[in-house]
């Protein structure tokens, strides 16, 4: 399975733009598939997730302004990001487990639950 993330770039406060994250080598539907980000100096953070069949869900801190979305006949998941702040600069990534669903959401908001990555695609949000 590969992951290709893009879309990233340099917005104004309040801007918006949208991640794409292509996969590759595997059939689609049957992923988990979320979105992290990683600012410098911090530790990698949960975004978004979305599981197929269920609505996304959200970190608090991007709940309202984020969504996550699929389209399975491009293999494509997206992360539609408006309102955005400066403290949303960082690389974002990409991430997919094909292992079985563990049972919650919680669980899959730690890096550690996914097998998969994309390569990022940075953020930048000025002020």
């Known amino acids: 399975v590969q992951l290709q993330a893009s879309g990233g770039g340099l917005v104004q406060a309040g801007g918006s733009l949208r991640l794409s994250c292509a996969v590759s080598?595997?059939?689609?539907?049957?992923?988990?598939m979320a979105w992290f980000r990683q600012a410098p100096g911090k530790e990698r953070e949960f975004v978004a997730i979305?599981?197929?069949?269920?609505?996304?869900n959200y970190a608090d801190s991007v709940k309202g302004r984020f969504t996550a979305s699929r389209d399975a006949a491009k293999n494509t998941l997206y992360l539609q990001m408006n309102s955005l702040k400066p403290e949303d600069t960082a690389v974002y990534y990409c991430?997919?487990?094909?292992?079985?669903?563990?049972?919650?959401?919680?669980?899959?908001?730690?890096?550690?639950?996914?097998?998969?990555w994309g390569q990022g695609t940075q953020v930048t949000v000025s002020s």
């Open positions: 979305k599981k197929s069949g269920d609505d996304p």
């Open positions: 991430a997919l487990t094909n292992k079985v669903w563990a049972g919650t959401y919680y669980y899959y908001t730690s890096p550690a639950r996914y097998n998969y």
């Open positions: 080598g595997r059939s689609f539907n049957v992923f988990v």
